[in-house]
């Protein structure tokens, strides 16, 4: 009589063999600084823009009401690294934001939020120490549309803090470089109007 099954110790091999071509198969981001540093860039860069949609900040009572939109900025530590905060400033001062006006990480719980002479991880443990990109994954940054970008309640992006809701509007792509010591540069681009981020390696 003929075997039209598979025996329990077929199968176990037939497990192994795929198990074995899936883990070759996987991208290697956990051995890339740079591609894990610019896909959480991105990520957040995605997460500023949300908390933008979803909270509109207009105020008919307040001239600068505008300079409350969140924000995703970039900075140097005093040493020269690299580091980004997010956040809104609701106090409607210049567009900066104090420790109190942070976005809070979901998935950890941390405040996103560094300042240039505070840059020492273990001094601030509430602190997501994600966001000292030089520190954490050996990147620096550099932008070719200012150190801060803010979005509006549509999703807009914004290089600027103007007089009026308006000025400062992207014009042209945004692009946000990652430079890594010896795995190159990463680009991350966030388009006009629509806000669409990407990012390409080189």
Excluded at 15 to 34: R, T, Y
Excluded at 89 to 107: C, F, Q, R, V, Y
Excluded at 138 to 166: K, L, Q
Excluded at 176 to 184: K, P, S, V
């Amino acid at each position: 009589m003929k075997r039209f099954a598979f025996t329990m110790l077929e199968l176990v091999f037939v497990i192994i063999v795929i198990g074995i071509l899936a883990v070759l198969a996987m991208p290697s981001f956990n051995s890339n600084p740079l591609q894990r540093a610019a896909e959480q860039v991105a990520s957040h860069i995605r997460y500023t823009q949300h908390l933008a949609m979803v909270n509109d900040v207009f105020d008919e009572g307040k001239q600068t009401w505008h300079r409350a939109r969140p924000q995703i900025s970039f900075r140097q530590c005093n040493d020269g690294s690299s580091y980004y905060y997010i956040g809104s400033d609701s106090n409607w001062n210049t567009g900066h934001i104090a420790e109190s006006e942070a976005a809070i990480n979901p998935l950890n719980g941390k405040t996103m939020y560094w300042q240039n002479a505070q840059c020492q991880e273990d001094a601030h443990p509430t602190r997501d120490p994600a966001l000292l990109l030089t520190d954490q994954f050996g990147v620096r940054v550099n932008s070719n549309c200012g150190a801060t970008i803010s979005f509006d309640n549509e999703g807009r992006p914004y290089a600027a803090f103007g007089a009026t809701p308006n000025i400062g509007q992207l014009a042209n792509d945004c692009n946000i470089t990652l430079t890594h010591a010896t795995e190159g540069n990463a680009t991350i681009r966030i388009r006009p109007e629509t806000g669409y981020v990407s990012v390409n390696y080189n």
